[in-house]
């Protein structure tokens, strides 16, 4: 796997897990630390060529969210600083791309919501007529804007494997009727809720991800990251035109230029040009400053 974050120092904590873009440390019992890399992932494997800023950009982007959504569902973020569980230099080193967050039992679920047809619900509406086993109206093109957001769930694959989508009676069975119905309805509720909000900062949000986990006493906690470029699609607003595949501030400008090449989807992946790197750097910092309305400073 390519290195984590080059040029920080090595961390004094145990690692539990090296994901695809966040390690994960052991803060006692009660708490982690998770340090977004710079990798990028697409089609479930990772890229051998980071994108500089990208962990930075994921981290403060989550933090927005998740500060705007925590009245609307509890999430894992605390009011720690990295500084009471790393030594100065560590902490400084890692100031905008890590956190402190609760330790959590995850779901073995990704919570997907979609708002428009793209990417493999495009796929599978061209096979079917169908997004997820979910009948929709006939004639609807690339891009459209479906009649309701839809929500459509899939198993959480490890690295090196393929998510797949499952359906909610597939969802219950896993989980319990009880939690895949609080599953759905938080992910919907947060979805519309950040679709209006980036729908007036001329971003739509296309479809998005959640990951969610039980705390101690089996309350519903959302983990992980939520509306970046890494978990959502980001289209701008004014270029958004059904038939035709939108330009993006997230990593689809990546697949798309991999869908371009001869590759199997499979490890190893092709390295990406600079051009291609420098292009997914300013999408992401774009996404942050239109989300946010703050101006994206690269850490020197």
């Known amino acids: 796997m390519p290195s984590t974050v080059p040029d920080l120092p090595a961390i004094s904590l145990p690692l539990l897990h090296q994901g695809k873009v966040r390690d994960v440390y052991a803060v006692a019992d009660r708490h982690l630390l998770l340090v977004a890399s710079d990798r990028l992932s ?71 919501v979609r ?18 086993g979910m009948a929709l109206p006939p004639d609807l093109r690339l891009a ?7 929500f459509t769930p899939s198993s959480k694959a490890a690295a090196g494997a393929h998510d797949e989508n499952i359906s909610f009676r597939q969802l219950q069975n896993r989980i319990g009727n009880e939690l895949a119905e609080q599953v ?4 919907l509720a947060l979805y519309m809720h950040a679709c209006s909000y980036a729908l007036d900062r001329g971003i739509i949000i296309a479809d998005c991800k959640f990951e969610f986990g039980l705390d101690e006493h089996q309350n519903l906690i959302l983990m992980d990251e939520i509306f970046t470029p890494d978990a959502s699609r980001f289209w701008p607003s ?9 330009p993006s501030y997230d990593k689809q ?24 790197i420098t292009a997914t750097q300013l999408r992401y910092q774009r996404a942050y400053e239109l989300l946010t309305g703050n101006k994206w400073e690269p850490t020197e």
């Open 42 to 112: 697409a089609f479930d494997v990772i890229l051998p060529d980071a994108i500089p800023g990208k962990g930075e950009i994921l981290t403060q982007l989550s933090s927005f969210w998740f500060a705007r959504t925590a009245a609307m569902q509890p999430n894992h973020m605390t009011s720690m600083a990295l500084d009471e569980v790393l030594p100065a230099a560590q902490a400084r080193a890692l100031q905008r791309r890590a956190v402190l967050v609760k330790r959590l039992q995850p779901l073995p679920v990704e919570a997907i």
């Open 144 to 150: 459209d804007k479906l009649p309701q957001p839809l």
């Open 115 to 132: 708002g428009y047809l793209i990417g493999s619900g495009w796929n599978d509406y061209q096979r079917s007529g169908q997004l997820c």
């Open 238 to 246: 004014d270029a958004w035109l059904p038939g035709h595949n939108p």
């Open 184 to 187: 759905r309805d938080a992910s």
């Open 253 to 276: 400008f990546v697949r798309d230029y991999l869908e371009t090449l001869n590759w199997n989807k499979q490890p190893p992946a092709p390295s990406l040009p600079a051009d291609i």
